[in-house]
């Protein structure tokens, strides 16, 4: 099963039905936040959600990550960014640094980048031995596990992109000084490593795709289109979940959950 291939990265969205469904979703994801937040509903404290976002560079993870967060009261959401680790985490199993990030219970975390780092950037560049990257799959699997059985919601996301729109979008950035910054030596190189990238997201697809931690491959050369699959996917996680515990989902005010 090849899932990149597998992905329709033709779909669209015109700009009107974008912002129709966007919003939408962005309301129900507001309400559903605070449910689990035991705000509204019979108030209680409900499972943790953890929002997992790996995808090619320029593939609109920041892009999508910032709708996402957009209704919610940052007080009660956090978003935490992972580049390569420090020296000191070094010193650690890879995934110690992972965990003083993730949410308690009634508590939303979004990860930009997370412990996909050891099988994909850390197993193409050499930066972990083989033995390392081969054994971290079953490790991440049974991590993840874990974190379910304690109750966490866990949604994790590839972002995809053909090479062609990353290519554009590399320029783009490229020819604007106020987002050249976003640019790095670093994701040309990538790119020219494309080939191995690919065998590498296509292992960890197949081999960390769980259960309780399933992976959606979003469609991103349509950037509408991403963001609003993205907050879709992630309310209709929750909504799945809080039913299978029983909780009432019944709007009984339909509308008025964003109202200040």
Known sequence: MNRL???????????????????AALRRLLRLRLMLGGQIGDKRIGPPLCVVFEGWDASGKGGAIKRLVRPLDPRH??????AAPTYDEKR?????????????????????????????????????????????Y???????????????IMVKF????????????????????????KLTDEDWRNRDRRPQYEAAVEEM?????????????????????????VVETVCAAVEAELTARGYDLTDPAPGSAGDD
């Open 138 to 152: 079953g490790e991440i699997v049974e991590f993840e596990r874990t974190l379910a059985a304690e109750g966490m």
């Open 92 to 136: 650690h199993h890879f995934l110690w640094r992972f965990w003083k990030v993730l949410p308690g219970w009634g508590g939303m975390a979004v990860l930009d980048r997370s412990w996909y780092g050891r099988v994909l950037v850390e197993r193409v560049e050499g930066f972990a031995t083989e033995e390392q990257w081969s054994r971290a």
């Open 5 to 23: 291939a597998e992905t329709d990265l033709s779909v669209t969205l015109s700009k009107k039905e974008a912002a129709e469904r966007l919003d």
């Open 205 to 229: 697809l197949e081999r960390t795709d769980h259960p309780d931690a399933p992976w959606h491959v979003i469609a991103g050369d349509d950037k509408r289109y991403a963001r609003v699959a």
């Open 77 to 82: 959401v956090r978003v935490a960014q992972f």
């Open 158 to 181: 590839w972002m995809h992109v053909s090479e062609e729109e990353q290519l554009r979008r590399f320029r783009d950035r490229a020819a604007d000084p106020l987002r050249v910054w």
